[in-house]
């Protein structure tokens, strides 16, 4: 089966760098979300993006988060200065929507993002 | 989107069926009944949606109520690899996102 490839696994870094971590969703999908899951919470929705535009955004989604899809098939979300409070894990999702309108999202396996 | 209630925490005895209950009273005419599960940290794993009418796949079969207030998983042999966390999500499908509450902790036990 197809599916979204999350890199890096780890990422470790010091408060107030900035991190960008990437996403593959599946080919051929056309929408594209971000969800974070701080750690023994629920999985967040962050951000879904369609047509190289955001299409929603939460509350946590603020100025220092931005997304972006450089090319056919990168998927990034970036983390301008990072907070001890961005440490999560983040996961990619992507979903095909050329059907009934009830296609289900494929998610990658996650980024571990520490801040220090 | 409409909420869904689910058992905290569930036991279910490897090779028995696991019923995973899930009440969503408020569910609007057009919003799907979704389950995922996440085993450990990994990413949430789709397992089946339905409608109106029940649905079986490899995985699994979601039974709807007639008046689609509540639905019930079913993983009919569960496995000691099916200990997971369960999120029963409604929502209206489209490019709309899903939203995962707190889940039920199932623990599949030899």
């Known amino acids: 089966e197809p599916e979204v490839t999350q890199t890096p696994s780890h990422q470790v870094t010091q408060m107030g760098q900035e991190v960008i971590l990437r996403c593959v969703p599946i080919?051929?999908?056309?929408?594209f979300y971000w969800y974070r899951q701080i750690l023994g919470q629920k999985v967040e929705f962050l951000v879904s993006?369609?047509?190289?535009?955001?299409?929603?955004k939460s509350e946590i989604f603020d100025d220092q988060f931005s997304v972006e899809r450089p090319d056919g098939s990168n998927f990034t979300l970036k983390i301008r200065s990072t907070k001890l409070e961005d440490s999560a894990m983040y996961f990619c999702?992507?979903?095909?929507?050329?059907?009934?309108?009830?296609?289900?999202?494929?998610f990658g396996s996650g980024t571990q993002l520490s801040v220090l | 989107d409409a909420k869904t209630t689910q058992p905290p925490s569930m036991d279910c005895a490897e090779g028995r069926a696991a019923n995973l209950p899930c009440n969503h009273s408020?569910?609007?005419?057009?919003?799907?009944v979704y389950w995922y599960r996440q085993i450990h940290s990994q990413g949430p794993q789709y397992i089946i949606h339905?409608?109106?009418n029940n649905e079986t796949n490899e995985m699994a079969s979601l039974i709807i109520t007639e008046d689609r207030k509540s639905s019930t998983l079913i993983l009919p042999h569960a496995t000691l690899r099916d200990t997971a966390v369960y999120y029963c999500?409604?929502?209206?499908?489209?490019?709309?996102?899903?939203?995962f509450g707190a889940g039920t902790r199932l623990a599949v036990h030899p």
């Open positions: 999702a992507s979903r095909d929507l050329r059907g009934q309108g009830d296609e289900k999202l494929f």
């Open positions: 080919s051929n999908h056309l929408y």
């Open positions: 993006f369609y047509n190289n535009e955001i299409s929603e």
């Open positions: 408020t569910i609007s005419g057009n919003e799907y």
């Open positions: 339905g409608l109106k």
């Open positions: 999500i409604v929502g209206s499908g489209g490019y709309n996102k899903l939203i």
